[in-house]
């Protein structure tokens, strides 16, 4: 089975920012998904049919830098990366807005919700990356991405987690296990 993670931070005061670009991706992948909240893993859970599969969405609610607990929860109940597909989507200052990447989970270039689930689950997984540019201030990166997004960004902002919605899509259908 396909696990979609979208990374995000919990509550209303993240919601419109880059940093939650994971949960944006997955309420756009599923509109109609029925999202429910899983003590275990902290996590909200929810099954979604994506190119005739069953997939099963995950918005930790942990906040981002202690992604990788939930996710290695979530995991844990159903068998571990040997019997799931991993799926990571999340904001990625290295790319321009508008953009997305697609990498393996190999590096955590600086992101702390990456770096935390490799920590817990290892670097077997895919990443997608959404393009959120990076500050003109150096050092403000954080400010940056909990900060949020203008009127003018929102369009930009809209066609990224639109590409990652289509690029999940595409991984799925292809039955796709890695990015080699």
Partial sequence: MYLIVGLGNPGEKFEKTRHNAGFLALDSLAPQAKWEHDKYSNSLLAKAQISEQTVLLCK????M???????????????GLAENTLIVICDDMDIEPGEIKLRNGEFAKGHNGIKSIIAHVGKNFMRVGIGVGRPQDKGTEGEHVLKPLANSQQ??????????????????????????
């Fill in 60 to 63: 930790p609610q942990t906040f």
């Fill in 65 to 79: 830098n202690e992604s990788g607990q939930a996710v290695q929860a979530v995991l844990a109940k159903r068998g």
């Fill in 155 to 180: 369009e930009q902002f809209g066609q990224g987690i639109a590409q990652a919605v289509q690029a999940a899509t595409e991984l799925i259908s292809q039955n796709k296990t890695s990015l080699e």
